[in-house]
């Protein structure tokens, strides 16, 4: 594929568009294959379900230190050379998650796991900034939403057949055989958007300083903050829907299943229905209008979780609703942050991944601590929506004249 002389092409071909949704796919299946076997991962390694779920935190933790850290790498030394060292990384850790003694070993494998994974997510999002930018880029963000959407309605079945057959393990010998897989793909097929002439040099001190240079850029720490808190607020209805629905309204295993995958394709829905609009409407039109409208039903899913209202059904539709329409918020806002800084794509990527796992991390766990029912998820979610439209409204100019 040739690139122009420009960093903007005004589309991009459908197979690099598929394999940069299987790159940035890699962390999710990651994550989402395993779910089924947690509670035979604690019977099998004697150990308790809190401890076996560090295995869960594990991979978050290392997908944001290592995204720190691949950001900069990728700016240095290219696209390919940073993505081929992390999958060769998600492949290893793969093998020694499959022959763990002990939980402990398998916390850590799972971290160098999420480490490993953060420069295949670091990878597409550079690789389309240093192609696209505002809309074409916010479409093509959303094409990857479709891609990465899949893994949470089809990776938790495929784990729980693999674990039926062949025990826990093997659900990392397969995700091992993908990341190989997945290596040959990008050894192959992955261009290396980033010229020698654009990369670049020095050692710590370079990266450090554009780490500072973003941090103190107001406008692009607040469209980086959006898809962070876009992403709690999903963190926080993945983490609290089974105490909620299984718990709280008694469905089963297979109803919950069944909302949880409704939910998942509501929000992949939605992601190609903005991908359509960003043909007709800036971003940041989009955003300017999509903020307000999930708050709005962030609170009404408050108010029914509060009252009981409508039961299990009144609780289902807003939530429905609004899990649907926070995917107006990630591709828009990644888009128009990475578009402010072209010329450290892979850092400002990465920056805007670590956000992400970041506060995920710190706000999804508020769901359990406030109590674990309808209205500490609804309360968690509305919050963090809330914190996005503020940093929106008051560092960007989407409500200025």
């Known amino acids: 594929m040739s690139l122009p002389n420009s960093p903007i092409q005004p589309r991009m071909s459908p197979r690099l568009v598929a394999l940069l949704g299987l790159i940035a796919a890699l962390g999710a299946v990651s994550m989402d294959i395993y779910l089924p076997s947690l509670p035979a991962v604690a019977e099998d390694l004697g150990t ?30 290219g696209r390919r ?66 891609v990465i959407g899949i893994a949470p ?32 793909l990008v050894h192959r097929l992955l261009p290396d958007t980033l010229p020698p002439g654009r990369r670049i040099t020095g050692g710590a001190r370079p990266a450090l300083r554009g780490y500072w240079h973003l941090v103190r850029d107001r406008e692009f720490m607040a469209l980086a903050l959006v898809p962070a808190l876009a992403m709690s607020t999903i963190l926080s209805y993945v983490s609290g829907a089974p105490f909620v629905l299984q718990l709280g309204f008694g469905l089963s295993a297979q109803q919950f299943a069944l909302v949880f995958a409704l939910n998942g394709a509501g929000g992949i829905i939605m992601s190609q229905v903005n991908a359509a609009l960003v043909r007709r409407h800036e971003p940041i039109a989009i955003l300017r209008v999509a903020l307000p409208a999930v ?106 004249r």
Do not use: K
């Open 295 to 400: 708050l709005v039903l962030a609170v009404l899913l408050v108010g029914v979780a509060a009252t009981g209202a409508g039961g299990l059904f009144g609780l289902l539709v807003p939530l429905w609703m609004l899990m649907s329409s926070v995917m107006f918020l990630p591709a828009n806002a990644t888009a128009l942050a990475l578009s402010r800084h072209g010329e450290r794509a892979g850092t400002a990527a990465a920056l805007v991944g670590a956000l992400q796992s970041g506060l995920a991390g710190v706000i999804s766990p508020l769901v359990g601590i406030l109590g674990g029912d309808a209205v500490a998820m609804s309360v968690t979610i509305a919050g963090a929506l809330a914190a996005a439209l503020a940093v929106f409204a008051a560092a960007t100019p989407a409500y200025r």
């Open 48 to 77: 308790s379900a809190a401890a076996a779920q560090l295995t869960i935190s594990g991979v978050l933790i290392g997908a944001g230190l290592g995204q720190l850290l691949m950001g900069p790498l990728s700016d240095r030394y």
């Open 81 to 146: 050379r940073p993505a081929l060292v992390g999958i060769g990384v998600h492949v290893l850790a793969s093998v020694g998650c499959m022959v763990a003694p002990t939980i402990q070993v398998l916390i850590v494998m799972r971290m160098v796991q999420g480490i490993g994974n953060s420069a295949a997510t670091v990878t597409a999002m550079a690789v389309i900034r240093d192609l696209l930018t505002g809309g074409p880029a916010a479409r093509v963000l959303s094409r990857l939403i479709l």
């Open 153 to 184: 309605l089809l990776a938790p079945s495929l784990g729980g057949l693999i674990a039926g057959v062949g025990g826990w393990r093997a659900v990392f010998g397969a995700l091992a055989l993908f990341g190989i897989v997945l290596g040959v």
